[in-house]
């Protein structure tokens, strides 16, 4: 592949292969990578689109600075799903994270596996030093017989890590407040319990990391550290006060501000959470915790201009997924509606990328490639990756730019099952699967309907029949089950 990073950052050369090392001066030219995704944080919660009523001034100005990607899309809104294309490129069904992970899900093989070659491996092996903090939730706990308690949490050992050299992190837990982790030396049965905001506890870890006072990191290599920051995932009440004092004396019904907003729960839409009654009354929650993130990244941030890291760290800010607080009547994720498909994606590094906005339908699993060749890493990119590399829409490039997005659901019990369809320009597009098998269709004109309140499926035979031709294409295409 071609190289695309700037040539003022005189790397000597392009690697030849994931095995071929960095010399030193090539390592000391490279830029560091701090990768942050947070979990649930939809795109309509950055301040600077002016959607949700959220004060965000330290996303906003990486975004002023950097590339937003204004189309980005997780293309199966869940969590462990994401993680799994975010780290090996490929999609669900090829890579095994076919859904979240927990114990009735790990004899199905629906965790990451150890032979996998990840983002981090390749990282590591051209020359850096590799951390991930916070939530991981991609291991198969000791499977559970059905009717036996589901296990989410577990511990990863250290040969599971892929590269990761310094780790502070658990698998999954809902503990905002009193969260715990494995730190890179922990036994199994000695995480540490910590009596703090979460994503505080973990900004305080991240600076220490900078800092390398205990020598968490090579200081002879570029670090790329890996920031996974469960809010403003669920428990929304689990945020501090100093935070919800912003919306002390909002109605729910006050904040949320999207014509589709419904209160009730829509038993219309198959495939999607309900419990709107019982849930949606925490929005201001929701919000709060939006602008904590932020207050968290903003430390993190400044530390590395303290220490003059900042002008050669490229910083990433994703999601896992959105949120969908009420929107058509529904909650959480995994589902095609924006609120839930929709997540930021910004790319901040001014010292070798000016500032702007583009409509890319970029996927998920073309995160790896892409940046790895903006590392310069191009020809280091494993051969049975799936996503592509865009990284020429850094510097303008002509590409071949993708016409839509992947949207899939499904479990690993039965992989052709669940949920299929894609966004383009235009439309989106979704079929869903009953357990007897009979399909439900849903088709939005996002350009003339942005809020997706009228499915048009059915009103034009032409559009629809082409809609599942191009569905079927790009599943056949994928070698997908749902077939």
């Known amino acids: 592949m071609k190289n695309r990073f700037i040539t003022f950052l ?23 990578l701090l990768f942050i995704f947070a979990d649930q944080y939809r795109r309509a919660s950055l301040g600077f689109l002016n959607e949700d009523p959220v004060n965000t001034p330290n996303l906003d100005s990486l975004a002023s600075k950097g590339v937003f990607f204004s189309k980005a899309v997780a293309n199966h809104p869940l969590c462990s799903p994401y993680r799994g294309m975010l780290l090996t490129g490929k999609y669900p069904l090829s890579n095994g994270v076919i859904s979240n992970c927990n114990s009735a899900r790990t004899e199905y093989g629906n965790y990451l596996k150890k032979e996998e070659i990840c983002f981090s491996d390749v990282l590591v092996e051209n020359g850096y030093s590799a951390g991930y903090v916070g939530k991981w939730h991609l291991d198969g706990p000791t499977p559970t017989a059905k009717g036996e308690p589901v296990v989410w949490d577990t511990w990863c ?6 590269g990761f050299s310094f780790w502070y992190a658990y698998g999954t837990h809902g503990r905002h407040n009193q969260p715990y982790y494995w730190a890179t030396n922990s036994p199994e049965d000695e995480p540490v319990v910590v009596d703090q905001w979460s994503p505080e506890h973990e900004a305080d870890i991240l600076i220490n990391y900078l800092r390398n006072s205990q020598q968490e990191r090579d200081s002879d290599k570029p670090f790329a550290m890996f920031w996974s920051i469960n809010p403003p995932h669920t428990p929304f009440d689990e945020v501090p006060e100093h935070y919800k004092k912003a919306y002390g004396n909002r109605n729910y019904r006050e ?3 999207r014509e589709n907003v419904e209160f009730t729960s829509n038993r219309d839409v198959k495939g999607g959470d309900r419990g709107v009654e019982q849930k949606i009354h925490l929005a201001p929650d929701y919000f709060a915790m939006v602008e904590g993130v932020d207050d968290q990244i903003g430390r993190v941030i400044a530390e590395l201009k303290r220490l003059d890291l900042y002008e050669n760290t490229i910083i990433v ?23 839930a498909y929709e997540i930021p994606l910004i790319v901040h590094y001014p010292k070798a990328l000016k500032a702007k906005t583009d409509d890319l339908l970029i996927s998920v699993p073309d995160y790896m490639p892409t940046m790895l060749g903006l590392l310069g890493l191009g020809e280091s990119i494993p051969q049975e990756v799936e996503g592509k590399d865009y990284s020429g829409v850094f510097t303008d490039e002509k590409i071949v730019r993708p016409d839509k997005q992947l949207y899939f659901g499904a479990n690993p019990d039965n992989p052709g099952g669940g949920k299929r369809g894609f966004r383009n320009k235009e439309y989106t597009f979704a079929v869903s699967k009953g357990k007897d098998g009979e399909k439900y269709y849903y088709l939005y004109h996002d350009k003339e309907d942005p809020y997706q309140l009228t499915n048009i499926w059915g009103q034009n035979s032409e559009l629809d029949q082409q809609m599942e031709q191009e569905l079927e294409a790009l599943l056949k295409d994928m070698n997908d089950p749902w077939l």
């Open 10 to 32: 005189a790397l000597a050369s392009l690697f030849s292969s994931c095995v071929k090392m960095q010399t030193e001066d090539e390592r000391k030219a490279s830029p560091n």
């Open 157 to 162: 050992p250290p040969d599971h890590r892929h």
């Open 255 to 257: 904040v949320l501000n």
């Open 317 to 339: 800010f994703s999601a896992d997924h959105g949120e969908m607080m009420g929107s058509h009547g529904l909650m959480h994720k995994n589902v095609w509606f924006k609120e």
